[in-house]
């Protein structure tokens, strides 16, 4: 006692308010490391601000469509004549020219084109109207507008991607097409509309980008998701209770839990090659299917959801296990009863992130014959949804990009738009979930 | 106190609620209970002291078979409860468990509402036909667990909102809700105020005409006030059992009594 106070009498006084050299260091230092952390967060915004411009700038066109819109009216007679014909759609065709030059006179239109320039423009627009007109006869006789898309390469004039000076002159189009469109642009006869064909669409064929669309492999991923969501979300939830309140803990269990971190760690091609060797060459489940690829992308969520789930089991006080077993409750009472409600915020939030991460899965996807099928057909009904080839969001997407032409390479960028906006939603539903079952306690 | 209880008192201390015979503990390799001989009795105040780390929570809950729940945990030797050997193959331990309450040290109500940590245990032993039956039961426990006038108007708020020393009287309702025979109270006024505590203390003793209570303390003083019986465990040896006043005024073995006089813990 005696010396603690000797000691301290001898001491230099300090003052609070001047800094000595060892606070003025750790002061710095904070100073330095706070420095740090807002250069590695502002690093961080700056790369994804620039991926998000560069991904909208270059999705977004993808939603909106160019369309050669002409109020026509056929006749009964036009119809009889037509049908009448070998060749029907050439007879529509011209049918449509004639009305479209019709319209395009009532505006004023000064340019010379001819019936192959409107070919060029929009297409052979003769089956389209037939169409129209075998299925909707009665609309025969009254002015109907036909909204036709126009081709893909007008389509990216229009959305600014190349100049009339960098045409060259081919047979899909030519430098003076371009005048008629700006023509009939300015006329209001083109017009851009949004392309809901792209949000609930099938795919098209490799020369069509502008019928192009995602719907069909957004059933295919949501089918994918039901099989994985149903399978691994009970399975991956059993199995962490077993493993983290029920199983001994001895030298098997803890092979058990080497193992099922290793397999998070496992690339998902190799999911995707065992998923080839089992699922089709074994048990001869059909190719390309959304149920194939669910039991895939079961097998790499599985390993998430496990892990999560024992986390947020792991993070439950065991008093609380105490708590319940001292008043009599048997073990199984005591997790359904306190423990699994406690850790199902955790257990939801890795499912969530364990389906998302599968939702974007490509890979494995390839090898079971999903990543170049074309979706072009919707399932007939909800087994179909399982059973019949279809694509995969991030497959259709992969298979768009590797399609020579360019208008594919905008509608890729706009899938991923869409996969980044269903990301999105199960993040904030994610979220959502964690606050409602957080605030119930 | 009046003379009929004092009758009732000398009666029943020879009634033998729990017996252990040659009870070891181990975890793992260590050996934590070694040879304990005790008989605790029925309605009566039992009370385990002894220094940290003695082994006085790894016998209580031993009592009650929530070592189980410890893997490395092996226990060797007889606990009777009412003759019945409680490791017996045949015992399932939630039988037991809801038999021979616990309180823990820490106050662990389950993030519930208060009524529902207090009916959790009614609910699941089918005690309760009704939703009327279950209000009196949860009222009654409330009531013995000095608490109900401080939570009366919230029985729907959570147990965890309570203060410490209210969740740990709310646990205590909560063990007592279930009707055991039997009630082992882990130091339950450690994280209490003296007020809260001598609530508790005058629970404990109420408690005392129905149950067997075995409490483990380290306060000397509660010891002496609310046991009628006292165990000192030294280094996993029960070193002395006897009546709470003898233990305190006239122990036998020289370890208790530089433990009671502060010289060793
Ligand atoms: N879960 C456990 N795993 C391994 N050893 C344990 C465990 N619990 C207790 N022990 C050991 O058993 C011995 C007795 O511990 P116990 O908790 O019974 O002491 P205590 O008398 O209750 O002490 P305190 O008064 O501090 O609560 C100690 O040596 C302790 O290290
Ligand atoms: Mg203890």
């Not at chain 1, 719907?215 to 099989?227: E, K, N």
């Not at chain 1, 790499?300 to 065991?318: E, F, G, N, W």
């Not at chain 2, 809260?196 to 483990?216: G, M, P």
Request: charged share 20%; glycine share 8%.
């Amino acid at each position: 006692m005696t010396d603690a106070t000797n000691s301290g009498a001898q001491a230099p006084k300090t003052s609070l308010i001047a800094h000595d050299a060892r606070t003025k260091k750790r002061n710095s230092a904070e100073k330095r490391f706070r420095a740090y952390g807002v250069t590695a967060i502002g690093i961080g915004l700056f790369f994804l601000t620039v991926l998000f411009y560069s991904i909208l700038k270059s999705g977004l066109p993808a939603f909106t469509t160019t369309v050669l819109s002409v109020e026509f009216t056929m006749t009964q007679e036009q119809y009889d004549e037509a049908e009448g014909t070998m060749l029907k759609t050439a007879k529509y065709q011209g049918f449509f020219n004639d009305g479209l030059a019709a319209q395009l006179a009532e505006t004023g239109v000064e340019v010379e084109y001819d019936a192959k320039t409107i070919e060029r423009i929009a297409g052979k627009t003769g089956n389209l109207i037939r169409a129209h007109y075998q299925e909707n006869p009665n609309t025969i006789g009254s002015p109907v507008t036909f909204d036709l898309p126009t081709s893909s390469r007008v389509n990216r004039y229009i959305n600014g991607e190349f100049t009339k000076d960098e045409v060259e002159d081919s047979r899909f189009l030519e430098a003076a097409d371009l005048d008629l469109v700006d023509v009939m642009l300015a006329s209001g006869t083109i017009r851009t509309v949004f392309d809901w064909n792209f949000i609930t669409g099938k795919d098209s064929g490799v020369d069509n980008p502008g019928g192009a669309g995602i719907g069909a492999s957004v059933i295919g991923s949501f089918f994918m998701m039901l099989v994985v969501l149903v399978l691994s979300l009970p399975i991956g939830v059993a199995a962490s209770i077993y493993l983290e309140e029920f199983a001994p803990k001895n030298r098997w269990t803890d092979l058990i839990e080497v193992n099922i971190s290793n397999l998070a760690a496992v690339p998902s091609i190799v999911f995707g090659i065992l998923g080839l060797a089992v699922f089709i060459q074994f048990m001869h489940l059909p190719q390309s299917a959304p149920l194939v690829g669910g039991l895939v992308l079961t097998l790499m969520t599985l390993p998430t959801i496990i892990i999560s789930t024992r986390a947020s089991l792991k993070a439950v006080p065991p008093s609380i296990r105490d708590a319940a077993l001292g008043i009599g409750a048997s073990k199984m009472q005591a997790v359904f009863h306190h423990v699994l409600p406690l850790a199902m915020p955790g257990i939801l939030t890795g499912t969530i992130i364990g389906l998302a991460q599968a939702l974007g899965e490509t890979a494995p996807l390839l090898l079971i014959g999903m990543v170049g099928f074309v979706a072009r057909e919707y399932p007939e009904g909800f087994i179909q949804g399982f059973v019949e080839p279809n694509s995969a969001m991030p497959a259709q997407i992969y298979t768009w990009a590797s399609r020579a032409d360019a208008g594919f390479y905008e509608k890729a960028w706009g899938g991923i738009i869409v996969l980044l906006a269903f990301l999105l939603t199960m993040n904030i539903i994610a979220i959502i979930l964690r606050r409602r079952f957080e605030r119930r306690w | 106190m009046n003379d009929m209880r004092l009758i009732d008192r000398a009666v029943d201390m020879k009634d033998i609620k729990i017996a252990a015979r040659d009870v070891q503990v181990y975890y793992g390799d260590n050996h934590a209970i070694k040879d304990v001989n005790v008989d605790i009795a029925d309605k009566t105040v039992t009370a385990f002291i002894g220094p940290s780390g003695c082994g006085k929570s790894t016998f209580l809950r031993s009592l009650n078979r929530m070592n189980d729940t410890i893997d490395i945990c092996r226990v060797e030797g007889n606990i009777l409860l009412d003759g019945e050997d409680i490791y017996d193959k045949q015992v399932d331990p939630v039988q037991l468990r809801a038999k021979v309450g616990m309180v823990f040290q820490k106050p662990n109500p389950f993030p519930k509402s208060i009524y529902d940590n207090v009916a959790y245990g009614p609910r699941i032993h089918g005690l309760a036909k009704n939703k009327a039956d279950l209000d009196e039961i949860v009222e009654k426990a409330l009531r013995r667990g000095a608490i109900w006038d401080e939570v009366k108007d919230r029985l729907d708020k959570p147990g965890t909102g309570l203060s410490g020393g209210q969740q740990q009287r709310l646990c205590i309702a909560r063990a007592v809700a279930t009707e055991p025979e039997v009630l082992l109270m882990d130091e339950p006024c450690s994280a209490l105020d003296p007020i809260a505590t001598a609530q508790v203390e005058e629970l404990i003793d109420e408690l005392r005409e129905n149950y067997s209570v075995v409490i483990v303390t380290h306060s000397m003083q509660q010891a002496a006030r609310v046991s009628q019986k006292t165990a000192f465990f030294h280094l996993g040896n029960l070193v002395e059992y006897g009546e709470t006043g003898q233990i305190f005024t006239n122990p036998v073995d020289p370890r208790t009594e530089s433990y009671i006089t502060g010289r060793i813990g």
